[in-house]
């Protein structure tokens, strides 16, 4: 499967993107998948997560009840509806996919197979 981040850009604090990752190849609804970010000079960290049907999710806190991670498995869509947007959450943002056999959500970036390639968000103060 191969996945397409689009939507990020520069928006002032308090602001808000919604990330999109549109997969093609195969059908996401056999995927759990999730949302990673990396700052500048720093690893890559966990951001949200949901399991293939849309059920489950699951968020680092830093983001919750900021964050929205969803999913439209007929689109091949997976979104992130970021607000109340922070400096700290500029980073480049991931999406990514593994195959999942029931409703299960996974924050570790090692359990995931397919990464998309990443668009940059950048939040102004």
């Known amino acids: 499967v191969q996945l397409q981040a689009s939507g990020g850009g520069l928006v002032q604090a308090g602001g808000s993107l919604r990330l999109s990752c549109a997969a093609s190849?195969?059908?996401?609804?056999?995927?759990?998948m999730g949302w990673f970010r990396q700052a500048p000079g720093k690893e890559r960290d966990f951001v949200a997560a949901?399991?293939?049907?849309?059920?489950?999710?699951r968020y680092v806190d830093s983001v919750k009840g900021r964050f929205t991670v969803s999913r439209d498995n007929a689109k091949n869509t997976l979104y992130l509806q970021m607000n109340s947007l922070k400096p700290e959450d500029t980073a480049v943002y991931y999406c990514a996919a593994l195959l999942s056999s029931g409703s299960y959500y996974y924050t570790r970036e090692v359990d995931y197979t397919y990464w998309g390639q990443g668009t940059q968000v950048t939040v102004s103060s």
């Open positions: 949901i399991s293939r049907g849309g059920v489950i999710t």
């Open positions: 190849g195969r059908s996401l609804s056999m995927y759990a």
